[in-house]
């Protein structure tokens, strides 16, 4: 069972940059794919960023690409999310996740919230 604990997010100017961190715990993390995803109010979750379990395969959504980076540290069992010019759109709630090899996205972070001020 993998825990996953979100921290970094806050209240920022549009143009700002934050940094998310995710720190995982109880599992092999090398083992599992990562993601962020992020939830605004009164949408659906929506994937932001996945990572693939040996750091080599990245995706962005259309939205952030270009602005937000992925990677992670597999020696210190933390994802991380670099999001820079960031815009009010930005403004949600960020979940990281983990889906072991092959699996689905099963494991959730209680999320961080980031909110964008023009």
């Known amino acids: 069972q993998v825990q996953l604990v979100e921290s970094g997010g806050g209240l920022v100017q549009a143009g700002a940059s934050l940094r998310l961190s995710c720190a995982a715990s109880?599992?092999?993390?090398?083992?599992?794919?990562m993601g962020w995803f992020r939830q605004a109010p009164g949408k659906e979750r929506e994937v932001v960023a996945r990572?693939?379990?040996?750091?080599?395969?990245?995706y962005y959504a259309d939205s952030v690409k270009g602005r937000f980076t992925i990677s992670r540290d597999n020696a210190k069992n933390t994802v991380y999310l670099q999001m820079n010019s960031l815009k009010p759109e930005d403004t949600a709630v960020y979940y990281c996740s983990a889906a072991f090899i092959g699996g689905n996205y099963d494991y959730w972070g209680q999320g961080t919230q980031v909110t964008v001020s023009s």
């Open positions: 109880g599992g092999t993390f090398s083992s599992y794919a």
């Open positions: 990572i693939s379990a040996g750091g080599s395969n990245k």
